[in-house]
């Protein structure tokens, strides 16, 4: 069995990104273009490793090489920066197929 966990308060509204204390030890999934325009130092996250290779509509093998990649971590959180399947589809498929947490 698996257990997804959403936060019991959701938070929006100008400047609430930055405002928001993001848990340390986390595998970010992003593009390069999240990186090029500045919003890991916006939304000043610490501590955390970096898969920015995902591209328009990825593939299996996006999935695989990330968790080829950081097979042997252990991270508190998976964060999606960008857009819907960043952001939903691919950290949720990563959970389901490895031992990170």
């Given amino acids: 069995m698996w257990k997804i966990v959403q936060p019991p308060s959701i938070y929006f509204g100008t ?3 930055c405002d928001y204390h993001y ?3 986390s595998l970010i999934i992003t593009s390069k273009g999240a990186i090029s325009r500045g919003w890991i ?3 000043k996250i ?3 490793s970096i898969f920015d290779e ?4 990825p593939s299996i093998k996006t999935v695989e090489k990330i968790i080829s990649q950081f097979k042997n971590e252990n ?3 998976i ?3 960008g857009g819907p399947i960043i952001n939903n589809q691919l950290p949720q498929f990563i959970f389901h197929r490895t031992s990170f947490y």
Avoid: Q
Avoid at 54 to 57: G, I
């Fill in 54 to 57: 995902v591209k328009p509509n």
């Fill in 41 to 43: 130092e916006y939304l």
């Fill in 75 to 77: 991270f508190s959180n």
């Fill in 79 to 81: 964060i999606g920066l």
């Fill in 46 to 48: 610490k501590n955390f």
């Fill in 15 to 17: 400047g609430t990104a």
């Fill in 23 to 25: 848990p340390s030890n």
